[in-house]
């Protein structure tokens, strides 16, 4: 963002402040500490210069706003009248409903949310699988079934809007069970393909799973909420980003996934059928 960006992002802020506060503009410039003048000319847009970093702590700490919001670096106005950390680190542990991280859907309902797993997509996955995941690795299967059945009620919202990219790879390689899946039964894969397949017809298009070529790109698994948070999957512990600036960057990154991608989501639940179909012979079911 540029100094003239920023500059206007701090006045409509500033201006939003001024009418929260039922003052008028000689009693908010004192409840800051500047002159009415000096509010008037940050107010009118005269100038691109920002008051100096006192004048900005004391706005935001006298009408507990954050810094961040107050600069536009944020959409979080931080209520609390702390200023918020830009990074924090939240262990991924218990029951996902009780978890930040679905929290952070709730709050984000509404907004386009775009999301890269590390896996297959944990609402599209069975019974049969979950217990699987479950069991290699040392994780709570109630927590992982409530969590998959969260994110499928949360993806039948009609205000839901939802984007997902992963690599096409990732369901090639878990067709022919290889790598983690080498213990999951041929059936059961069968079927967890056919289940993704009828739930991304079911929930399209509020869902929308795009598949790109692992060879030619790599990401990181992430969700972006929105444009005030991104979450950063890092084993047990999410990574979670507030400033503008590297979610836009992640935003961005996603945007290439998405042009990358040679399935598109209108093709993937017939890709995930083929599948099903080319790697097991028919008799099984």
């Known amino acids: ?16 402040l ?57 959409q979080d106005e931080g209520v609390t009248g702390e200023i918020r950390e830009s990074l924090e680190i939240e262990e991924a542990s218990g029951g996902f409903e009780r ?16 999301y890269v797993p590390a896996g297959i997509p944990d609402l599209l996955r069975t019974e049969a699988l979950i217990d699987y995941e479950a069991g290699i690795s040392n994780k709570s299967r109630e927590s992982q079934a409530g969590e998959t059945q969260y994110r499928i009620d949360y993806n039948r919202r009609p205000e839901t809007d939802m984007e ?13 069970g290889l790598g983690v899946w080498s213990g999951f039964p041929d ?19 509020t869902f929308r799973l795009f598949l790109y070529d692992g060879r030619m790109r790599y990401s990181v698994p992430y969700t972006i909420f929105g444009h005030s ?15 503008t600036d590297p979610i836009r960057t992640l935003t961005r990154h996603f945007d290439n996934l998405i042009r990358a991608a040679d399935i598109n989501a209108h093709e993937t639940a017939a890709f995930a059928r083929r599948l099903a179909v080319a790697s097991f012979p028919a008799s099984w079911g």
């Open 18 to 74: 001024v009418q929260r506060s039922g003052l008028n503009q000689s009693a908010f410039a004192t409840s800051v500490g500047i002159d009415r003048s000096a509010l008037s000319q940050l107010l009118s847009g005269a100038t691109i210069r920002l008051p100096r970093a006192e004048t900005l702590l004391t706005i935001a700490s006298a009408h507990k706003v954050s810094l961040d919001w107050l600069l536009g670096l944020s």
């Open 229 to 243: 948070r991104a979450a950063i999957y890092v084993g047990d512990m999410y990574l979670v980003l507030y400033a």
């Open 187 to 205: 059936k059961d894969r069968k079927q967890q393909l056919r289940h993704m397949a009828d739930l991304l017809d079911d929930l399209y298009p």
């Open 1 to 16: 963002m540029d100094k003239r960006d920023l500059s206007e992002v701090f006045r409509e802020r500033l201006k939003a």
């Open 164 to 176: 997902v990219c992963m690599p096409r790879h990732t369901l090639e390689i878990f067709a022919r």
């Open 99 to 114: 978890t930040l991280i679905a929290k952070w859907h709730a709050e984000a309902a509404g907004t386009k949310i775009r």
